[in-house]
């Protein structure tokens, strides 16, 4: 395919929405103590994501690269020639390239994520291998709103690609919510989403507690992110961390669990924590085939075909918009 000269990639600059202080205080004031996993990706909690995908533990990462690997020309016939692309929480870039390579004549590709250095870096060594893809990186909150620019000229349609199950760490009123949104925003076009499926409880136990502990120090990291960019003591050798599947909420929870009875400052604040008592840090669900299908025509979209392994590990669903 011909592509054009190379086109301008615009710097990732826009301040991601959150403030990491308010939330944090509003989460060890409140009962049962919860915070959103958006706070895990600071620079470091990227990199340690990153690490957790490799993990012999952590299947989702390999079983999706798997899927678009298998499927990368069927996928590419659907989205079409011509087509603009927008990833949602992009991280590092490599499941793209993988439909990038597949795609015929990709007019842009538009990674949004809330991780504003670790986006910039992934973006210039993509478009380093892409020099004839115009590369627009955007630093957001994709789930608080959907800050997409104009359609690309010259984009025949625009399809959004949201792999990794990220759509699990919301819960389901909020997927349905981000799914009505990015419906309206991908109309005409399509999405394509990965999500991770229901499976033996001792499989996803095992993907969430790793033997080289990567996840716990992941999870722990954001005590260390408080620390770092808050006004906060805590003592992180003081909690440790806990993850388990919750059956009947389909869902693995993880926690931050208080070693001990202890009290901690932020930004000013004391706060008490009894032995055993937790800050929950992420709800990761799990879907059925038929189960996120429904969500998608809930949420006003148009089920297509969906691509799974013969394991049923993970699954791939093209959902027309
Ligand atoms: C990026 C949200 C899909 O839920 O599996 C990995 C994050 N947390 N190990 C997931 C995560 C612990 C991951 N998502």
Known sequence: THRPAALVSVPANRPPAGDFAADMLAALAARPRCLSPKYFYDEKGS????????????????AELAL????????????????????????????????????????????????????????????????????????????????????????????GFFPGSTIGNLSPAEALAFLKQAGRALRGGALLLGVDLVKDPSVLHAAYNDAQGVTAAFNLNLLGRANREL????????????????????????????????RLRV????????EGETLHTENSYKFTMGGLRELAVKAGFEPGPAWTDPQGQFCLHWLQA
């Open 68 to 159: 678009l690997a298998a499927h990368a020309a069927e996928i590419a016939g659907q989205i079409g020639p011509d087509a603009e692309i927008v990833e949602f929480g992009a991280g590092s870039l490599r499941k793209i390239r993988l439909l990038l390579d597949a795609l015929d004549h990709p007019v842009r590709y538009v990674p949004l994520d809330i991780s504003g250095a670790h986006l910039a870096a992934s973006a210039k060594a993509l478009q380093r291998g892409y020099p004839g893809l115009s590369v627009l990186p955007v630093v957001a909150d994709y789930t608080a709103a959907l800050p997409l620019p104009q359609k690309a000229g010259g984009a025949a349609r625009r399809v």
């Open 231 to 262: 006004d906060a003591d805590f003592d992180v050798s003081g909690f440790v961390h806990s993850a388990f599947y919750n059956a009947p909420l389909q869902r693995v929870e993880m926690h931050l669990m208080s070693r001990r009875a202890q």
């Open 47 to 62: 990199a340690l994501f990153d690490q957790i995908c490799q993990l012999p533990e952590y299947y989702p990462t390999r």
């Open 267 to 274: 930004c000013g604040q004391s706060f008490a924590f009894a």
